[in-house]
């Protein structure tokens, strides 16, 4: 496989429910993000990891939890969503320090629908 | 803070006509870029073209190039002979150069090209 793999591409689940989202790239680079994009808004980035280690966290609700374990993988553990946390969850990998000046790889996204 | 604006929520061209998306943005700094985005339906988010605030030179890509503005902070992108695999959502966005990560982004505009 190449580029940047998302799973699963679709999910429902109640509010009580615990769920991970996963993604896996195959580019070889060290930047790892998790973004949240709904409709008509603009794109809301949630989570980057550099190397590994969490370098930027925009005030995300706890509710999201983010795992890197080595840069080719990283996860979004959820748990207690709200149905406005609804939307389609993306990933993206960069070489690190790369956002502003290089070029995003984006997976297909997880669309999550929270009941 | 800064901000981007992509005024046109959805157009729609006929195939091999010119289109003209648009993209402001508000920031005081002198030193960054900007991307535009393409997200075909249920498919990955891929860059279309980037520009250096520092290069007075619009960045071209094939059918694609852009309109860049400094001074006006306008990023307008032009796509010149449409093809059907044009239609998706297009974002603008912003990074400074030294922003660690952080692109700002604009709410997209979708784009249909019709046969």
């Known amino acids: 496989e190449t580029g940047v793999t998302q799973t699963p591409r679709h999910l429902v689940m109640g509010m009580t429910n615990k769920k991970s989202l996963k993604c896996e790239q195959h580019l070889g680079h060290n930047a790892m993000y998790w973004y949240k994009q709904s409709a008509k808004k603009p794109l809301e980035l949630m989570f980057v990891?550099?190397?590994?280690?969490?370098?930027e966290n925009n005030s995300v609700p706890s509710r999201f939890s983010p795992e890197c374990p080595n840069s080719s993988h990283l996860f979004l553990h959820l748990h207690t969503l709200q149905p406005e946390d609804s939307a389609l969850y993306l990933c993206?990998?960069?070489?690190?320090?790369?956002?502003?000046?290089?070029?995003?790889?984006f997976g297909e996204g997880s669309r999550l629908t929270v009941l | 803070a800064q901000t981007v604006t992509q005024s046109q929520p959805e157009m729609s061209v006929q195939e091999a006509e010119t289109v003209t998306l648009s993209c402001t943005y508000d920031?005081?700094?002198?030193?960054?870029?900007l991307f535009w985005y393409k997200q075909p339906p249920s498919r990955q988010m891929i860059l279309v073209i980037r520009?250096?605030?520092?290069k007075q030179q619009n960045a071209t890509e094939n059918r694609f190039s852009v309109n860049f503005q400094k001074a006006a902070k306008s990023f307008s992108l032009k796509i010149s002979d449409s093809q059907l695999g044009d239609t998706a959502m297009y974002f603008c966005?912003?990074?400074?150069?030294?922003?660690?990560?952080?692109?700002?982004w604009g709410a997209g505009t979708k784009l249909i090209i019709k046969p």
């Open positions: 993206a990998s960069s070489h690190a320090g790369g956002e502003a000046t290089g070029e995003l790889f």
């Open positions: 520009q250096e605030a520092y």
């Open positions: 990891y550099s190397l590994e280690e969490r370098v």
């Open positions: 920031t005081s700094e002198s030193n960054y870029y």
């Open positions: 966005a912003f990074g400074e150069a030294d922003s660690n990560y952080q692109l700002i």
